[in-house]
């Protein structure tokens, strides 16, 4: 399966932004956004782009890509369930990111970064419903219950993630720290999904 090898850090400084793709590091002194927030490349400190409207939407569409670690033909899927789903094409969106296995992972603070859940899962560390799940796109539903393996309960990735992350998650989720388990609650609102991004921006690229 395709995936991004290249430095995590760079993408962040095409954005001009936090994407919070390397975990800890995102928050330390050594985040290259915080020392260099410029583009990469040769020219990046001279460059002064000025978008057209086409490129403010292309730059929103990649952030948002980026943000969740997918590629192109699998974000443009999402879009086009997010079409067929009653309701607002930007927020349906939004919803379908937010439902995907590494993210919910993430977002529980089992691991440090997106890219680090997916690892998790796909070494079968992880289960839905007591059943082993090794597909990070699987999108969750109301309800369903993730847990750590027995055998993986002494990961230190896991321990370390879980050490930085708050007590209250998220209102669509639920986390039992003691047990290594949470529980998808139910889809949630755009209003509750701390997702920088005019997701409107990129409905209005796909419906050139």
Known sequence: MARYVGPSCKLCRREKQKLF????KCFSEKCLVEK???PPGQHGL??????SEYG???REKQKVKRTYGILEEQF???FGDAIRQKG???ENLVKFLERRFDNVVYRLGFAPSRKAARQLIRHRHLLINDHIVDIPSYLLSAGDIIKVRDKSKTLDLIHNALKRTKDSVYPWLAVDKATLAGTFLQVPERADVPL????QLIVELYSK
């Open 36 to 38: 260099k927030n410029y």
């Open 76 to 78: 443009h899927n999402y």
């Open 21 to 24: 793709l390397k975990g800890s």
């Open 46 to 51: 001279s460059r002064r782009a000025k978008f």
């Open 88 to 90: 607002v094409t930007g």
């Open 56 to 58: 403010v939407q292309l």
């Open 196 to 199: 920088n991004a005019n997701e």
